[in-house]
């Protein structure tokens, strides 16, 4: 990206990411995730981007604390998140987890920021 000279925004992040994570090169792909959390880039995009690579790979813990790191920064996951993250923990075959994230979606997800604090379950 940066020989390109490509000048740095969400889209050039979200396609870094994506495109690292889907060769296996997961370090790489966190390292320009964290890249845009710096730069104030990071959006639901640019995680969805990793969260769809832990889904890929099975990573279903990842995932799950990737969508912690989001709320924790003030990124609420969207559904499509939560669904990448859910996808992670049944290729993992986590299947109680998945139902843990649906259950998060429907109480504490998108649109449900302003009860964030009084829902002890969601992280």
């Not at 320009?32 to 995009?45: D, H, S, T, V």
């Not at 990124?75 to 290729?91: L, S």
Request: hydrophobic residues 45%; contains cysteine.
């Amino acid at each position: 990206i940066e020989a390109a000279g490509m000048p740095f925004n969400e889209v050039v992040y979200s396609t870094a990411v994506y495109a690292w994570g889907v060769k296996g090169h997961l370090q790489q792909a966190m390292a320009y995730l964290e890249q845009a959390e710096r730069a104030g880039l990071a959006n639901q995009a640019v995680y969805f981007s990793m969260l769809h690579n832990y889904a890929k790979h099975a990573l279903a813990d990842d995932a799950v604390a990737l969508l912690g790191n989001m709320k924790a920064r003030g990124t609420w996951p969207n559904t499509k998140c939560y669904n990448a993250g859910m996808e992670a923990a049944r290729r993992a075959g986590r299947y109680e987890l998945c139902m843990q994230l649906f259950q998060d979606l429907q109480v504490g997800g998108p649109g449900a920021r302003r009860q964030a604090a009084a829902l002890p379950h969601v992280r």
